[in-house]
């Protein structure tokens, strides 16, 4: 499986972006997808996830109700639509997949995924 992100860039406070991630090698929709940033200095840290065969999905309590994950299981691609965006946002964004089930509150953590993509950097400023 190869992941391949796209869709970030420089927004201005209160900005929109759409992040997307295309998976080739996916042959079900199995399995999760999922989003994780890096801010400089700092750890990987978890954002959004889909399960894609049941389509439920989980945020960090910080872009809750500002970003929105969806995939298109036909596209296998996965979508973070990020609103209201924060000079807090900027980090560089990677696309995560696993092709295995996962129980919901697995989805949140790194290990979880076996394939990575390469990152987009998102920059928000104030």
């Known amino acids: 499986v190869q992941l391949q992100a796209s869709g970030g860039g420089l927004v201005q406070v209160g900005g929109s972006l759409r992040l997307s991630c295309t998976a080739s090698g996916l042959t079900s929709n199995n399995g999760v997808m999922g989003w994780f940033r890096q801010a400089p200095g700092k750890e990987r840290e978890f954002v959004a996830a889909i399960r894609r065969h049941l389509n439920t999905n989980s945020y960090l309590d910080s872009v809750k109700g500002r970003f929105t994950i969806s995939s298109d299981n036909a596209k296998n691609t996965v979508y973070l639509q990020m609103n209201s965006l924060k000079p807090e946002d900027t980090a560089v964004y990677y696309c995560?997949?696993?092709?295995?089930?996962?129980?919901?509150?697995?989805?949140?953590?790194?290990?979880?995924?076996?394939?990575w993509g390469q990152g987009t950097q998102v920059t928000v400023s104030s």
């Open positions: 995560a997949a696993t092709v295995r089930n996962k129980i919901l509150s697995a989805i949140r953590t790194a290990q979880t995924y076996d394939h």
